[in-house]
Every structure is written in structure tokens, then in C-alpha cells.
């Protein structure tokens, strides 16, 4: 098992066993604690889990290395076959009964999809005390940017509305077997109610995802992007902005998590 070679179309890179230990160093496991663990690959991570937690249930996607993880019988693990999205979108209706942690090396190509469902679960209702990803340093630069940088976008303002979000470990490509292309980052997410609340999460996820499609125009040409029935006409816009207090000489990328709430909440106000 631990000579298997890593797949490119799922996008495996293995961990380095010195860089484990920093892993779980920083996750800090502890023993009346379940991991929800994503892409286990060969078992680096699973093991010191389960040595450490109660229980670990870890998603892999490969079916040869998820049958070799089952064949090593360690009785806290239960290992699910199958697409992490997939899998538990099916799973997702019944919310869990007490909090779960969730770990994994997430293949650089899904990563996003998987904040954004983790997120989606928590605010079904599903009780996670916290998520410990490993990321491409470019995603987790993403997730933590403030307004105004380059790397702030769509990723930053929609999971910093609903998640704490700290870069807690930094690693080079050589932490990794095969060496990928790009740097890491070991990310923590602590979810939360949306923060500030909104009226509605779909037409502020809606809006912030239009306006950054023309993140360079000004907030009042951005607001062209966004859907709302027929185009809006210009004073409508404008009263959108005035009841949120925004300038619509600013540029998209220049506003907090707190000001889109407010826009948003001009844009589900009824007319």
C-alpha cells in the first residue's frame, strides 16, 4: 500500500511522513472526537487519527486505495468509497447529533466545491466544531485576503461570511510525493451563522458572484452583472446603493464582507 503510486486525474499528492506530524501536531486530536477525514490517499493522515480520536470516517475517491485502507482493518475507521461530494450530499439530510471535525488533503481541483458544501451542511445543520484542510497556497491566500488586495474575490467574501478562516501551516512542494507544481497551506475553518446575517443568503451569494465577473468596473457598472428580472434601470441601482450607504464609484473588490451584506439586503428589499 504505501508504494502506490498517485493518480493524476484525482489529483493525489501524497504527504511526506515529517510533515504528518506537523499535521496532526496542529490539528490536535482528541480521543472523544470524530474526523470526518477527505481523500485519506494511502493513510498517512487516517492512522494518527484514529490513534488519537474516537472514530474516522474517510471519503476516498480511489477504489484500490480505499480497498487497501479497508483491508488494514483499524477498528475506529470506516472507509467510504466514492466522490467526498457526492457521497455525503446523499448523506446530508439527516443532521448530525453531535459535532464532528473534518480533515484532508483535498485534490487542488475541488477544493472549492468542498468549503463551499461544508458550509452548505453546516447551515443544514450539520455540527462541524471545525475543518483542517490542506490547500494550493493560492487558495488559502484566496480564502484569507482582505478587501482591496489582489487575491480578494468571490472565495474570500462568501466563506468569510459564514467561516473563521486562518492559515495555520505553510509547506513546500518537497512536503509532497510526487512534488506538485505549487506551494501548500494548511487551512483552518471554524463555521458560524452568516456574519452579518442577511436577508437572503441566495441573493448575496447571487450578487457577490455577478459583480466580481467586472470586479475592475465601478459598483455601479458591476451591478449590470447581477440578475434581478428585467436589467434595472440606472436610478434603481442607485437607490440600491444609496439604502446601503455604498459609493458606486468603488470598485467590487474594495468592499468588506459587512457592506455586500448591506447591498444585498437592498437588493432582496421589495420595490
Known amino acids: 500500500m504505501r508504494g502506490a503510486k498517485a493518480r493524476k486525474r484525482f489529483g493525489q499528492h501524497f504527504l511526506e511522513p515529517a510533515w504528518v506530524d506537523k ?17 485519506p490517499g494511502r493513510g498517512a493522515l487516517t492512522r494518527p487519527l484514529a490513534a488519537r480520536a474516537k472514530a474516522v470516517v474517510a471519503y476516498e475517491i480511489d477504489r484500490d486505495l480505499a480497498a487497501e485502507l479497508r483491508a488494514e482493518g483499524l477498528p475506529n475507521v470506516t472507509i ?27 485534490p487542488y481541483n475541488v477544493a472549492s466545491p468542498i468549503m463551499f458544501k461544508l458550509a452548505e451542511l453546516f447551515a443544514a445543520g450539520h455540527r462541524f466544531a471545525d475543518a483542517t484542510l490542506m490547500l494550493q497556497r493560492e487558495v488559502a491566500d484566496r480564502l484569507v485576503a482582505k478587501p482591496g488586495t489582489r487575491e480578494y474575490g468571490v472565495l474570500s467574501v462568501l466563506l468569510q461570511h459564514v467561516a473563521d478562516v486562518r492559515v495555520i501551516l505553510k509547506l513546500p512542494a518537497g512536503a509532497f510525493r510526487p512534488p506538485p507544481k505549487v506551494l501548500s497551506a494548511l487551512v483552518r475553518l471554524r463555521f458560524h451563522a452568516p456574519n452579518p ?8 451569494t447571487d450578487l457577490v458572484r455577478s459583480v466580481f465577473t467586472r470586479r475592475r468596473k465601478t459598483l455601479s457598472n458591476a451591478l449590470l452583472a447581477v440578475e434581478k428580472g428585467e436589467r434595472e434601470s440606472l436610478s434603481e441601482r442607485v437607490s440600491s446603493l444609496e439604502q446601503a450607504g455604498l459609493d458606486g464609484r468603488r470598485r467590487p473588490e474594495t468592499l468588506t464582507v459587512a457592506e455586500f451584506a448591506r447591498l444585498a439586503d437592498a437588493y432582496a428589499a421589495p420595490r
Do not use: C, K, Y
Open 80 to 106: 467510504v468509497e466514492g466522490d467526498f461530494l457526492e457521497t455525503l450530499a446523499r448523506e446530508s439530510r439527516i443532521p448530525t447529533p453531535e459535532p464532528r471535525r473534518v480533515a484532508g488533503n483535498l
Open 23 to 39: 499535521g496532526v501536531r496542529a490539528i490536535a486530536p482528541q480521543p472523544d472526537e470524530t474526523f470526518l477525514e477527505i481523500g
Open 197 to 204: 446575517s442577511v436577508t437572503s443568503l441566495d441573493v448575496f
